[in-house]
């Protein structure tokens, strides 16, 4: 797998890079936006604006409105301070926030983390192909769901969720 070769951020660092780039991006870095950044970076695992908004909510001591959070979370997505999950409409922190590139997560069905892989022969592919269809300005959602290691290992079962399906008794 080719991947980009960029430093990871973490804790304050991360938090920093972030505000940095926030800052390079002509955006503000508000009280409110170090908070839901914070909240956001400090999860191992993809976590939801109602989740940030709870953790917020509890640092802040006053209610902080989920709706505020989407705001502020689909800033840092278009900014490169976070990813969302499509299929779980989650985000993480990007431990990177100063490169960008196309991702790919590989999500458990187990334990719901979500590892970050960084392909640019595949990106480069998948960018080919659409110019070739005729798209310009793609952006690759890539998410595979299996179990990770640390479940397999342990033999965890995957969580089910019942499919609607013909014949199905659901």
């Known amino acids: 797998m080719t991947g980009h070769h960029h430093h990871e951020h973490s804790g304050t660092g991360l938090i920093e890079a972030a505000r940095g ?3 390079a991006a002509d955006e503000q870095w508000t009280d409110m936006r170090a908070d839901v950044f914070s909240a956001l970076a ?3 695992r993809p976590v939801s604006a109602y989740d ?3 953790r917020v909510t509890a640092t802040r001591g006053k209610r902080v409105a989920a709706n505020s959070v989407y705001r502020i979370l689909d800033l840092f997505v ?3 301070l976070a990813r969302r999950i499509e299929s779980a409409n989650a985000y993480v922190a990007n431990p990177h926030p100063g490169c960008r590139h196309d991702c ?3 999500i458990c069905d ?3 983390s979500a590892t970050h892989v960084d392909d ?3 990106a480069a592919t998948l960018h080919e192909a659409a110019q070739r269809a005729g798209f310009a300005e793609v952006r690759p959602v890539i998410e595979l769901r299996g179990i990770c290691a640390h479940c397999s290992g342990e033999g965890i079962t995957p969580r089910v969720e019942a499919i609607d ?3 199905s008794s659901v």
Do not use: E, I, K
């Open 21 to 23: 780039a926030l800052l």
């Open 42 to 44: 400090g999860q191992t």
């Open 52 to 54: 940030v908004a709870d």
């Open 78 to 80: 278009r900014t490169n």
């Open 104 to 106: 790919m997560f590989l």
């Open 110 to 112: 187990a334990c719901g």
């Open 120 to 122: 640019d022969r595949l």
């Open 165 to 167: 399906s013909p014949g």
